[in-house]
C-alpha cells in the first residue's frame, strides 16, 4: 500500500479471528522476531499511559506506542482498557483498538480490533518462554491459574508447540468460570483431559508448566513448594506471587527488565525490596539471540514474568494487516485523511 493513499483499512474483530485461524506458528514466529528485535535495540517504546478512574482500583485503559524495526518496519500505538466487572454484565473484560502508521510518513495505514491480537500476542510469548526455560522432555500436563481468555490462548499456543500435552489442571475462583473454560478446552484437542481443582497445590504437584492469567492487583502466591522438578510459572498476570518467592532460588526471566520493575508488579516490588534487579537472570530476546547469561541450574523453579510490549502487539497488527490484504478482508474507508489544507475552502 502507498504511503500517499488517503484510504485507511478497517479491520473488525470477527475478521481478525478468522484470519488467525490455525495461524499459531506464524503468531510464535512474529512474537519471536519481534523480542529479538528488541533485544537488539530495533524498537521505541515510551513508557505506557494508564488512565484510571476516581473509586475503580481494578478498571484501567492503557496506551502502549511502540516501533518495531527489523523484519516488521512499523509503528502505532494500541488502546487496551481492562474492566473485570465487565463479566458479571455478560460482556469482555478486556477491549482494544490498535492503530497502525507508516513509519515513512507517519499516516495511518490500518485502524483494527484488538484485544484478539493483545491476547494472542501474551498467548504465544508464554508458550515460547516456556520452550526456552523448560528443559525437560515434553510435558503432558499443564496448569491454568484463573479460567479467562489469556490462559484459553495460552493452551491453544502450549498445545501447538507441546503436541504431548493430554492433561489440564485449572484454578479459578469462579467454579462456574473454570467449567465453563474446561467445556471449551475440550474443544481444542482430542482426547484432553480437563480437571478442575480446588487449590494451587494441586498445580503444582501435577503440571510442570503453570500460567497465571489472573485480575489479581496483590500478590497471593505465598510459596511454590511442591512443584514438580524444573517446574516453569508463566507469570503472565504479573501480580500474583509475593516478592520473597521471586526472590529466593527462582530463575527470573523477563520481557524488558525496565518495563516489568515497574506499575508495582511482583518484579517491582521484589526489586524495591531488594534494592536492586540482580535477580532477574536475562530477557528473553537475549535467549533468543544467544546473549543471555547462563541458566543457574540450582535454582529449582523458572518464572517467566513478561510485562506485555507494545511491539509484540505491532508484530501481530503487522501480520494481521498483511493477511487482510492479501485476502482482501476489511473495510476499505476511502479519503479518511483530509485533502491539503492549502486545497481547502
Not at 26 to 43: F, I, R, S
Not at 102 to 110: A, D, I, K, L, Q
Not at 191 to 215: E, K, M, R, Y
Request: proline share 5%; net charge negative; glycine share 6%.
Amino acid at each position: 500500500m502507498s504511503d500517499l493513499n488517503d484510504d485507511i483499512l478497517l479491520i473488525k474483530g470477527a475478521e481478525i479471528d478468522q484470519l488467525l485461524k490455525g495461524q499459531e506458528h506464524a503468531v510464535l514466529d512474529a512474537v519471536k522476531k519481534a523480542y529479538q528485535a528488541h533485544a537488539k535495540g530495533m524498537t521505541d517504546m515510551p513508557p505506557n499511559c494508564y488512565l484510571r478512574f476516581p473509586n475503580m482500583e481494578k478498571e484501567r485503559i492503557i496506551a502502549k506506542a511502540a516501533y518495531l524495526g527489523g523484519d516488521f518496519h512499523t509503528a502505532g500505538l494500541k488502546w487496551i482498557a481492562s474492566f473485570p466487572n465487565n463479566l458479571s454484565k455478560g460482556i469482555e473484560r478486556a477491549s482494544a483498538t490498535l492503530i497502525l502508521n507508516s513509519p515513512e510518513t507517519g499516516r495511518p495505514t490500518s485502524i483494527m480490533e484488538s484485544s484478539i491480537i493483545s491476547a494472542k500476542r501474551t498467548a504465544a510469548s508464554a508458550a515460547l518462554a516456556a520452550q526456552v526455560m523448560y528443559p525437560k522432555d515434553d510435558p503432558n500436563a499443564v496448569g491454568l491459574v484463573g479460567c479467562g481468555l489469556i490462559n484459553y490462548e495460552t493452551l491453544r499456543f502450549l498445545l501447538a508447540v507441546y503436541p504431548s500435552i493430554s492433561d489440564i489442571h485449572l484454578l479459578d475462583l469462579s467454579p462456574e468460570r473454570a467449567e465453563q473454560f474446561k467445556a471449551k478446552a475440550l474443544g481444542l484437542k482430542d482426547n484432553l483431559n480437563v480437571h478442575v481443582q480446588n487449590d494451587f497445590a494441586a498445580l503444582l504437584a501435577n503440571a510442570p508448566i503453570i500460567s497465571f492469567g489472573t485480575t489479581a492487583i496483590k500478590p497471593f502466591v505465598t510459596s511454590l513448594k511442591g512443584h514438580l522438578p524444573n517446574a516453569v510459572i508463566l507469570h503472565v498476570s504479573l501480580r500474583d506471587i509475593v516478592p520473597a518467592v521471586i526472590l529466593n532460588g527462582a530463575d527470573n526471566v523477563v520481557d524488558d527488565i525496565d518495563q516489568v520493575c515497574s506499575n508495582k508488579t511482583s518484579l517491582h516490588l521484589a526489586e524495591m525490596e531488594a534494592g536492586n534487579r540482580d535477580f532477574i537472570r536475562t530477557a528473553i530476546g537475549d535467549i533468543f539471540n544467544g546473549d543471555a547469561a547462563e541458566y543457574d541450574e540450582t535454582k529449582p523453579v523458572g518464572i517467566f514474568s513478561p510485562f506485555g510490549l507494545g511491539i509484540l502487539d505491532m508484530a501481530l497488527a503487522y501480520l494481521v494487516d498483511q493477511l487482510a490484504r492479501e485476502n482482501q478482508v476489511g473495510t476499505n474507508i476511502g479519503g479518511f485523511l483530509p485533502a491539503p489544507w492549502t486545497e481547502r475552502d
